[in-house]
DNA sequence: CCAAGGGTTGAATGATGGTTCACTTCTTGC
DNA sequence: GCAAGAAGTGAACCATCATTCAACCCTTGG
């Protein structure tokens, strides 16, 4: 019974990102995502006061799933420009991968109350690569720098420079490249 | 009676963008608009077919003057340096001026239809940008890069640089001396 | 087997806010 | 002056959803 309860939990979040990633969060009514979940429009409010805290839920899910599977990737990587690209490579692969999903969790307008989520998802990449900033730094890889400005610029820069691509569905295939190419430079990777 | 005409479309506009500046885009509803420019809600649909075309009209006139400052500050200076550097300084200046503006122009929730309008800012700016770097390329005093892909995440860079700070209201007093650092050497401009 | 408790239902409710429209008021050309 | 037509009015309309709720199952413990 206590299964069921948090199994419909599941579900009506797993719903929910299936319609992001399908229309955004446009399409993303009560009513639409219940149906999806297989239950009432009523069922939603057994597990969630509003909806505005169900979808900050599933903010929060899809934004760790995105930073889990960055995070991943950088640490497979010895040094900061290799990580760094890692990052890039995985950000921007993932989000061609599933455009509309990476355009809601972006950019997309949603309520006020979700939209603070998005900040969160954000700081948490920006804290992530400051990590990495910090440490190329302490080694010497890298020069002098505030790390979590330095974070904070490559994340706008990343997120700016898949908003084209995600419009039109793809990237040009020097796009990413030549992003890497920028955002080593920007960190003062020796070449 | 023509000048009596296009003078309520100004007005219009006009108390648009001072709700704007006060409440952001969600204080504006199409009857504090009509109300701000002393006439009716219906009145308001003599001018503008819908909402999404009133601000539409709205963002482009806000932008507009903000890129024109921007390119003025910016092209008072002779190297690209300082030229970036300009543009940082007055992007920034500005939207601490007017942080609710600059939040509404930027990143704050409002129709999709508008928001198209927000992609035209961001790219006229990183136009601006583009032509900067380009005529440093040239000059020798950059090293080779895509402008293009340059420019865009400086865009990307100083808007999400300046998210933070407009959330708390004021930047850090090294906020925007990291972030010229940064950028110049994103540029790759020579010490 | 049965009653009780709580999960489930989905149509009704209510709030919001853009849009319309029948009517009034002004401007303009004759 | 005086139609004719355009601009202005603002209350009413309507569509869209989030949210609620009273009637319905199911599960479960006795």
Redesign the interface.
């Given at each position: 019974m206590k299964a069921r309860l948090s199994a419909s939990r599941e579900r009506i979040i797993a719903a929910a990102l299936e319609i992001m990633a399908g229309q955004g969060y446009?399409g993303c009514s009560v009513a639409a995502v219940a149906g999806r979940a297989g239950m009432a429009t009523g069922s939603v409010y057994r597990h969630f006061p509003t909806k505005a805290d169900l979808f900050a839920e599933v903010f929060r899910t899809a934004s760790q799933r995105e930073v889990d599977a960055v995070a991943r990737a950088a640490a497979l990587q010895a040094t900061v420009a290799k990580q760094v690209s890692a990052v890039i490579e995985t950000f921007s692969g993932r989000a061609l991968q599933s455009p509309r999903l990476a355009y809601a969790l972006l950019?997309?307008?949603?309520?006020?109350a979700v939209?603070a989520e998005r900040?969160v998802f954000?700081r948490a990449y920006a804290e992530l690569i400051a990590g990495y900033v910090a440490a190329g730094v302490a080694s010497g890889e890298l020069?002098p720098?505030?790390p979590d400005?330095?974070a904070?610029?490559?994340?706008?820069?990343?997120?700016?420079?898949m908003?084209?691509p995600l419009?039109a569905g793809v990237a040009g295939p020097?796009?990413i490249p030549?992003?890497i190419?920028?955002?080593h430079?920007?960190?003062?990777v020796s070449p």
């Open positions: 446009a950019a997309e307008p949603v309520d006020p939209d900040l954000r020069p720098q505030d400005v330095t904070t610029a490559l994340v706008g820069a990343l997120a700016e420079a908003v084209g419009a020097s796009t030549s992003l190419t920028f955002i430079r920007a960190l003062g």
